[in-house]
Every structure is written in structure tokens, then in C-alpha cells.
């Protein structure tokens, strides 16, 4: 009797600790995944932080520009207020397309895209688009890797129950209207 009651004890210790391996494993995938999130939103703040400048830049030569203005306005208000990377992704897409309208105003005057201040936010935000594009990488690649783990045996006996749920991709939406790429910002 004394013999089986140490078998079973050592074999809950390994199950015991065997869950307490998975759970902490699916931590620290959790928290990749919330990390290269928060380093998406500092670009796409960073991004939203210059496009004021750029319009302002704008405005000095176009000033009859209001529509792509007030897109541009509201795609910022919509990407503050975004709480998902579903939202964040739309209203990305969004000010994406709008900052495509502006940029592409530029062309029609000469005196503009030879504006030193146009021009150094012109590469600021060039940057800050790669840098979205690598942070958005790196996220859905943590991602993917956390959405299998919490699929796999035996995480997903652990997984489920202790609230590790599917996280999103952070990816354009698709659909009419949708941009797909970012806006070209050079000239």
C-alpha cells in the first residue's frame, strides 16, 4: 500500500509540475504577444503624432484641401479610440489611405514638395511606416506561435480553463475601401 500511495505522489509532483512548465510557458507567450502589441501602438501613436505637422505643412499650400483634411482627422480620432488590433487595424487602414490623399496633393505643387519641413516629414514617416511594418511582423509572428501553443497537448487541457484565449492578428481588414499597403512617401 505504502508503495502504490509514493507511486501516485510522484506521478501528480511531475503532473504537478509538468502543468505548472505549460502554464508558464503560455505566460510568457502572452505576454510577447501583449508587448510586441504595445511597441505597434508607439509606432502607430508616433505615426498618428506626425501627421498634425504634415497637414499643418499642408495646409500652408492647399488649404482647399478640407476633405482629405477632415478624413485625416477623423482616422487619427478612430486610431486613438481603437481598443482591438481588429479596430486598429481598420482605422490604420484608414489613416493610411487618407495620408496616401494627402501626399498625393503634394504633387500638384511644386513649391511644397520642395518644402524642407514637408520634406523631413516625409522621411519621418516613411520610417515610422517600416517600423509598423516590422512591429506588425514581429506581432503576428508571436501571435501565430501563441494561437498554436494554446491549441497543442497539453496546453490546451491548461489553457482554456486558466483564461488563455486566441489573441488577433493585427492585418488590414479586407473589403471595399480597404488599403492594403501603406502610402507611398516618397517622391
Known amino acids: 500500500m505504502k508503495g502504490n500511495f509514493s507511486t501516485v505522489a510522484v506521478a501528480a509532483a511531475v503532473l504537478a509540475i509538468a502543468g505548472c512548465n505549460v ?29 498634425p505637422n504634415l497637414v499643418a505643412t499642408v ?12 478624413e485625416i482627422a477623423e482616422a ?10 481588429s479596430e486598429s487595424a481598420a482605422a490604420d487602414a484608414a489613416l493610411s489611405g487618407a495620408l496616401g490623399r494627402l501626399l498625393a496633393i503634394s504633387e500638384a505643387y511644386p513649391e ?7 520634406l523631413r516629414l516625409q522621411d ?3 520610417g515610422t511606416e517600416n517600423r509598423i511594418a516590422v512591429a506588425r511582423k514581429d506581432y503576428n509572428g508571436l501571435v ?18 486558466l483564461g488563455f484565449d486566441k489573441k488577433d492578428y493585427f ?17
Request: proline fraction near 6%.
Open 171 to 187: 492585418e488590414p481588414p479586407a473589403g471595399e475601401g480597404a488599403v492594403q499597403t501603406a502610402p507611398s512617401v516618397s517622391f
Open 124 to 126: 519621418e514617416l516613411s
Open 112 to 118: 511644397l514638395k520642395a518644402n524642407e519641413n514637408f
Open 23 to 51: 502554464y508558464n510557458g503560455l505566460v510568457n507567450r502572452s505576454e510577447g504577444v501583449d508587448a510586441a502589441w504595445s511597441d505597434i501602438n508607439t509606432m502607430l501613436q508616433r505615426r498618428a503624432d506626425l501627421v
Open 76 to 85: 487619427r480620432s478612430k486610431l486613438a479610440g481603437a481598443k482591438t488590433p
Open 59 to 70: 495646409k500652408g499650400y492647399a488649404a482647399h484641401e478640407n476633405e482629405v483634411f477632415t
Open 144 to 161: 501565430k506561435a501563441y494561437n498554436a501553443s494554446i491549441r497543442r497537448l497539453p496546453a490546451s487541457l491548461v489553457a482554456g480553463p
